[in-house]
């Protein structure tokens, strides 16, 4: 087998690399249901985390008065180098301050 087709199998899918630049762009991490929001399936989430890329860990919250349970996501160290070794994909910038920037920009009226 070449090189080449090895290493396009190592490559992470493209779901996979934008659910980890999220996760890299927010220190808190991202919640289940906002990572579901952005698209991503439950398969998907337990993939990352099954692949060492991700952790989730269940938090308690009052939301409206009543006590939930959310899930929230984080990347892990790997799953940072992971995301390091790439580039972004469309619409993403390589850091936050980038992303800001660009926002910034999106909103401004010429």
């Known amino acids: 087998m070449s090189a080449t087709k090895l290493s396009r199998r190592r490559a992470p899918k493209p779901d996979r690399r934008r659910a ?3 996760l890299a762009g927010s220190r808190d ?6 990572l579901l929001a952005h698209g991503f399936t439950v398969d998907m989430l337990v993939d990352l985390i099954r692949a060492g890329l991700a952790t989730a860990n269940t938090e308690r919250m009052v939301a409206g008065g009543r006590p ?3 899930t929230r996501v984080r990347i892990t160290d790997a799953g940072q180098r992971t995301h390091e070794d790439r580039t972004p994909t469309y619409g993403y910038e390589a850091t936050r301050e ?9 909103w401004r009226r010429e």
Do not use: K
């Open 68 to 70: 939930i349970e959310v």
């Open 29 to 34: 991490g991202m919640t289940e249901a906002m």
């Open 20 to 22: 980890l630049e999220l």
């Open 98 to 106: 980038a992303a800001m920037t660009a926002f910034g920009r999106s």
